[in-house]
């Protein structure tokens, strides 16, 4: 029940299309689900987060997606740029201060 | 305003040895977490910390594997005996204090690479 679902694992998009990529959860008490962005041999960097009393949260060209009836929630980048490229994981928390649960991950390749 | 900061960024043991991984929270911060990313794999949550206190350790190894983040200092992931399955990347996040700034943000650190040969 703590599991987060993501997919695809890889995704392959031309540059200037839109990446879009999907996790879904099973644990109801979640109320905070994030998006990192990993290059290789880095840290993972924070790029977008939303609770679920809003549907969507835009911030530049990041979108997520939120549907609450069905557990689920989308990453999209918009205008996809070759500096995109990275691995990207979703994630879940119970309540300010509480673990993070981590989806799989999905590499991302933009090709120029 | 400095990051998340882990040191070492690369550490090698041999099987058997102890492994010290530290981390300094960002300025202000006062909660400390752990991951650990095998290789082609997501994160794993292992340990969350408070300034002298444990609060989770519910993803922890129960042998080998301790944690601490004293009143003065770093945090510091200790891993004993190490064995080859510990060869994995350790992340460090850390957040502001959730009561007082309602905020779930947590921010990583660079990691430190653990390989044990």
């Known amino acids: 029940q703590q599991q987060v679902k993501q997919s695809p694992q890889s995704l392959i998009v031309q540059k200037g299309g839109i990446s879009i990529i999907n996790c879904a959860y099973e644990?109801?008490?979640?109320?905070?689900f994030p998006w990192y962005q990993q290059f290789p041999g880095k840290g993972p960097a924070l790029l977008i987060a939303?609770?679920?009393?809003?549907s969507e949260k835009k911030e530049g060209r990041f979108t997520i997606s939120f549907n609450k009836s069905a557990k689920q929630f989308s990453l999209h980048i918009m205008d996809s740029q070759p500096g995109d490229s990275a691995t990207y994981f979703c994630?879940?928390?119970?309540?300010?201060?509480?673990?993070?649960?981590f989806g799989e991950g999905t590499q991302l390749t933009v090709n120029p | 305003n400095a990051g998340v900061m882990q040191n070492p960024r690369h550490l090698v043991r041999r099987r058997g040895q102890e492994a010290r991984l530290r981390c300094s929270p960002m300025?202000?911060?006062?909660?400390v977490y752990w991951y650990r990313q095998l290789p082609e794999e997501g994160l794993k949550f292992m340990v969350y910390?408070?300034?002298?206190?444990?609060?989770?350790e519910s993803g922890m190894p129960k042998e080998r594997f301790s944690a601490e983040f004293p009143k003065e200092g770093p945090s510091i992931l200790r891993i004993q005996q190490v064995v080859r399955g510990d060869s994995a990347a350790y992340f460090c996040?850390?957040?502001?204090?959730?009561?007082?700034?309602?905020?779930?943000?947590?921010?990583f650190g660079p990691g430190t690479r653990l390989t044990v040969t």
């Open positions: 996040a850390s957040s502001p204090t959730p009561l007082a700034t309602l905020s779930y943000e947590q921010y």
């Open positions: 644990n109801t008490a979640f109320d905070y």
């Open positions: 939303i609770r679920p009393d809003v």
């Open positions: 994630a879940a928390s119970i309540a300010s201060g509480s673990r993070l649960t």
């Open positions: 300025k202000g911060h006062s909660h």
């Open positions: 910390l408070q300034k002298e206190n444990i609060i989770d």
